[in-house]
């Protein structure tokens, strides 16, 4: 039995109307809106940040011309863009698409660097939907982690626009790791004071949804936006009910306080600028200034293509891009002091596993005698500190 392929959106396929097809035919000086199938001066249309004057349709951008609209003239300088992707775990197949999203002219899924946005010096993220519909490998994981590095190492705050498929399949594990890492220094951005606002556009979905792009301090989005970690296609296959019309979309989403604002693009310059002023950090210095000179310095790694080969120094990449001592690790992010109850607890479940060779840290080699001593010892300081 034969099964049809479906069309798969999220992999840079464009399903496009007969309308719209037989209009950029016949003229390409015009487009017809998908939403009100309305046809549009191109030229209007980029006049008018790409969105619909009759129906308010969001079309898609890319993330440098979105950086150019948002960004003071002149003003923004790109970092990290010598990390680049490959074909670390040699899946089959991912060679070439990563040779087909190059041709959109992005080297990878998210453009990262240093801008200023009415004055405001910042740090801004974009994620590249024609780059494999933006999907989270380890590169694009690495270039927003060290953005928010450098962000706090600036004590600047982070504007990021996020569109995304969600992690990057041919990636496997690594891609995953993603969210931790993206995650962790969102958190490590936070606990400075700085401010991070999440901009979440058509379509925000998968790893991207569960990780940095739903932790900003602000988090808006665009109108229709399709915002989920999972599609509705696969909700309604996997609980066999209709879904409630604009399921997931921003303006359902607004509703159950996943967002805080739905912002049109012709207006986000003017509000993005405004909750900066609001949220500016005082000990940041020559805000507003050119920060060409600043941002020019690149990382001392240099891992390309050119240096890092998927056959020879694959670990080599893995221990140099992935593992930063200095980052926030998972067990900071959950640590917090236990109680007596707890620790007594996890002592009594560790001599229940004596039994097992022991090796390791010192705590792994105590016997069971050693652990019952120590959770009387506990018990008896607890109960004179309670007598106090």
Not at 61 to 70: K, P
């Amino acid at each position: 039995m034969k099964f049809r392929k479906p069309l798969n959106m999220l992999e840079g396929e464009k399903r496009q109307n007969k309308a719209l097809e037989k209009a950029v035919e016949e003229d390409k000086n015009f487009v017809v809106c998908e939403s009100c199938k309305k046809r549009l001066k191109t030229e209007e249309l980029n006049k008018n940040w790409f969105v619909c004057s009759y129906c308010g349709n969001h079309f898609r951008i890319g993330a440098r011309d979105r950086i150019f609209r948002l960004a003071d003239v002149s003003s923004f300088c790109e970092m990290f863009d010598d990390l680049r992707s490959f074909n670390i775990l040699g899946f089959e197949g991912y060679d070439k698409k990563l040779a087909s999203a190059r041709e959109s002219g992005e080297e990878e899924a998210v453009i990262t660097g240093v801008g200023s946005i009415n004055g405001n010096k910042t740090a801004i993220f974009a994620m590249e939907p024609n780059f494999m519909m933006g999907s989270m490998g380890s590169t694009v994981g690495e270039r927003i982690t060290r953005l928010f590095e450098y962000a706090i190492k600036e004590r600047l705050p982070v504007v990021g626009f996020s569109v995304s498929g969600g992690a990057r399949m041919q990636e496997g594990i690594l891609s995953l790791m993603q969210m931790a890492k993206t995650s962790g220094a969102v958190k490590k951005h936070s606990l400075e004071g700085l401010f991070f606002l999440s901009i979440l556009t058509n379509p925000t979905t998968g790893g991207v949804t569960a990780s940095f792009a739903s932790l900003g301090d602000i988090i808006i989005a665009e109108p229709g936006a399709l915002i989920g970690f999972a599609g509705p296609r696969v909700i309604e296959q996997t609980i066999r009910k209709k879904l409630p019309v604009g399921f997931q979309r921003a303006e359902f989403i607004i509703q159950k306080g996943f967002i805080d604002a739905i912002v049109e693009r012709t207006q986000q310059k003017e509000f993005i600028s405004e909750l900066l002023k609001m949220h500016s950090d005082k000990k940041q210095t020559a805000a507003g200034k050119a920060v060409k000179e600043t941002v020019k310095e690149k990382p001392k790694e240099t891992l390309n293509e050119t240096v890092i080969t998927p056959k020879d120094e694959t670990k080599e990449y893995v221990v140099a891009v992935l593992e930063q001592p200095e980052r926030i690790t998972a067990n900071a992010l959950v640590a917090r002091p236990a109680s007596p109850k707890a620790r007594t607890k996890s002592k009594l479940a560790g001599a229940r596993n004596t039994d097992r060779p022991a090796s390791g840290t010192k705590a792994q080699q105590l016997t069971k005698e050693a652990i019952s001593r120590e959770i009387t010892k506990e018990a008896v300081v607890n109960g004179s500190n309670g007598s106090n």
